[in-house]
């Protein structure tokens, strides 16, 4: 956070808009939605500092001002404790982290607490210990939740079963080739699913689709339909093999933490 240009401002550390969202990794205008969603809940001189008119001009007179800000006719500057009122409307992990980084690299050389009286020293300790408190807090929920989730998606691929057929098979598939990136396309991915099963079922796929595509032929059955036989056919035709298949596709979608809402 040292690389901001510092500003000092009633004798304590602020941030303007835009140095508040880049460091947690947000927009200028995320920052501000959330001020106006909440403005009751901010209070001047506490949380924020509204600079405007004469103040605005040598605010701007004795210090180097981005140039998005050189014509803006009142500019925000956020106190640690607004930063932190951010951090909790905002609830990311990267938005608390910068924070905690705010207050160990920033906001913690802004002021002599010494120089604070009795009371103002316990109530600066106070929320400190408030703040870093909820910190950790919204850090475990978050990774509670996180946890929770993994797990519910789990069990939901895990409970899939023949019947849920072909679009959760395809739906899952096309989920892990997704999450592979763009080294792996959909087919590479099926293909590496009928390869797991041709070795764990110790069948070949291709001899069965060719079976079956002659057997259809002399049934008498027309071209364009027995062209349309995939190896997908002959695993649903087999109770066996769509088993094996479905336990493949589930351990594939699971490894890639792959979420099991595909309908």
């Known amino acids: ?15 303007t808009t835009a140095q508040l969202a880049e460091s947690f ?11 106006e969603r909440n403005e009751n809940r901010y209070s001047a001189e506490k949380h924020f500092f509204l600079i405007q008119g004469e103040e605005l001009k040598e605010f701007k007179a004795n210090r180097q001002i981005d140039d998005n800000l050189k014509f803006a ?24 982290e910068a924070y ?4 160990d690299d920033y906001y913690s050389v802004k002021i002599n607490t010494q120089a604070l009286s009795p009371e103002l020293q316990l109530f ?25 989730q993994q797990v519910e998606n ?15 098979v395809t739906g899952l598939l096309n ?3 997704q999450s592979l990136g763009g080294g792996s396309s959909y087919q590479d991915v099926r293909t590496d699913s009928y390869k797991r099963l041709e070795d764990r079922a110790r069948c070949d796929l291709t001899k069965r689709v060719v079976n079956k595509r002659q057997r259809m032929a002399l049934e008498g059955l027309a071209k364009t339909k027995i062209d349309k036989v995939s190896k997908l056919d002959v695993v649903f035709e087999d109770g ?11 351990e594939m979608a699971i490894q890639n933490r792959i979420e099991a809402d595909v309908s």
Request: proline share 2%; aromatic share 8%.
């Open 73 to 96: 006719p009142s500019i925000y500057l956020w106190t640690e404790k607004g930063a932190w009122m951010h951090a909790k409307s905002l609830n990311t992990d990267q938005a608390w």
């Open 240 to 250: 066996k093999l769509t088993e094996i298949y479905f336990a493949i596709v589930k």
């Open 124 to 148: 600066n300790q106070i929320f400190n210990s408030v703040a870093r408190m909820e910190l950790e807090q919204s850090k475990l929920k978050n990774d509670v939740d996180a946890v929770k």
């Open 175 to 177: 989920k892990v080739a």
């Open 25 to 35: 990794g947000t927009e200028t205008k995320i920052i501000s939605k959330n001020f």
């Open 100 to 103: 905690e980084l705010l207050v």
């Open 154 to 168: 789990q069990n939901e691929i895990l409970a899939l079963n023949p019947i849920d057929g072909r679009k959760k």
């Open 1 to 15: 956070m040292s690389q901001f240009q510092v500003i000092n401002h009633a004798e304590q550390r602020v941030l």
